[in-house]
Nanobody, 114 residues
Framework: VQLQASGGGLVQPGGSLRLSCAAS????????MGWYRQAPGKQRELVAT???????TYSNSVKGRFTISRDSAKNTVFLQMNSLKPDDTAEYYC?????????WGQGTEVTVSS
């Protein structure tokens, strides 16, 4: 399984970014895809997940501001991030969970600063 993330960058507070993650390889039909983030000096934390049926979960810190979605035909997951705050600054990692195994993509950096 390979995960290719993109879409990070520098944005001002209140701005928006959209992250994408394309999965390839033996990803199967039943899986959970998601986004995690890690800020400098902090542990990696869950941002949002979406399962094969479209069910979603969000961390409380992003609920109402971020939206996760997926295009199953293209094996791609998206994270639309609105009303960004400086606290959202982190390296964002795409994740795919399948049959008890976590797969990780490379990080994409998001910096929220004026």
């Amino acid at each position: 399984v390979q995960l290719q993330a993109s879409g990070g960058g520098l944005v001002q507070p209140g701005g928006s970014l959209r992250l994408s993650c394309a999965a390839s390889g033996s990803i199967g039909i039943i899986n959970i895809m998601g986004w995690y983030r890690q800020a400098p000096g902090k542990q990696r934390e869950l941002v949002a997940t979406i399962n094969s049926g479209g069910g979603t979960t969000y961390s409380n810190s992003v609920k109402g501001r971020f939206t996760i979605s997926r295009d199953s035909a293209k094996n791609t997951v998206f994270l639309q991030m609105n009303s960004l705050k400086p606290d959202d600054t982190a390296e964002y990692y795409c994740n795919l969970y399948r049959q008890g195994i976590d797969y990780w993509g490379q990080g994409t950096e998001v910096t929220v600063s004026s």
